[in-house]
């Protein structure tokens, strides 16, 4: 089992729809998770932390389930602009020891 | 800020010739990393550096690849002798004390024929 799984879709909606990832991690020890965007062609660009209470940020939310070692992002009412690669992020190092693992990404395209 | 520089974009070469790639983290980040990206492997980290010290390396494929950072504001990541299968994107990130976003620079574009 890969230590960060990602569905690598392609996840095709429509503009307006709710669209909903998740990532699995096998190392119960993992201290922090992140969500990162990728546009073709770019560098990846934080799109959000996760917190175990779980957090929301406008369209975006993000949550956590410790016991089922896997974290989730869910985008309302997906715009055009939404269209980009989406990377899971794991830490499960600690302090400045850090162990970076990185999921392969899901794909999405938001149709008009 | 100008963000995290990298030097060059773009890196054509043959094999067997020596590769350097450079990078200029954000002033005041005391972390940098040093990606690879390819389709079948996605983003591995390679090596990072805390207050210019390197504290895991273990993401180094091989003898081939060393890292340097011999200040704060300037890394390297040199690949000699480069090899076809070195072909990727290599992305420079850098991160503040709070260990709470990395940001990353362009990336340069290797190739290797």
């Known amino acids: 089992r890969k230590e960060v799984e990602q569905d690598p879709g392609p996840f095709n909606v429509p503009e307006g729809a709710t669209v909903a990832f998740n990532c699995t991690y096998s190392?119960?020890?993992?201290?922090?998770f992140f969500w990162y965007r990728q546009d073709c062609r770019k560098e990846p660009k934080l799109l959000m932390s996760?917190?175990?209470?779980?957090n929301e940020d406008g369209r975006f939310t993000a949550q956590l389930n410790r016991a089922s070692q896997y974290i989730s992002l869910l985008i309302r009412d997906s715009k055009l602009s939404d269209s980009a690669t989406y990377l899971c992020?794991?830490?499960?190092?600690?302090?400045?020891?850090?162990?970076?693992?990185w999921g392969l990404g899901t794909s999405l395209a938001v149709n008009p | 800020d100008a963000g995290v520089i990298q030097s060059p974009r773009h890196e054509v070469t043959e094999m067997g010739q020596e590769v350097t790639l450079r990078c200029k983290p954000i002033?005041?980040?005391?972390?940098l990393f040093w990606y690879r990206q390819t389709m079948m492997r996605g983003l591995e980290l390679l090596i990072y550096?805390?207050?210019?010290?390197?504290?895991?390396d273990s993401g180094m494929p091989e003898d081939r690849f060393s890292a340097k950072m011999p200040n704060a504001s300037f890394s390297t990541l040199k690949i000699q002798p480069s090899e076809p299968r070195d072909s990727a994107v290599y992305f420079c990130?850098?991160?503040?004390?709070?260990?709470?976003?990395?940001?990353f620079g362009p990336g340069t574009r290797l190739t290797v024929l």
């Open positions: 990130a850098s991160e503040g004390t709070d260990h709470n976003e990395q940001f």
């Open positions: 002033s005041g980040h005391n972390s």
């Open positions: 550096f805390n207050n210019n010290v390197p504290i895991d």
């Open positions: 190392n119960s020890a993992s201290q922090s």
């Open positions: 996760v917190y175990s209470s779980g």
């Open positions: 992020v794991v830490n499960s190092g600690a302090g400045n020891n850090r162990k970076l693992i």
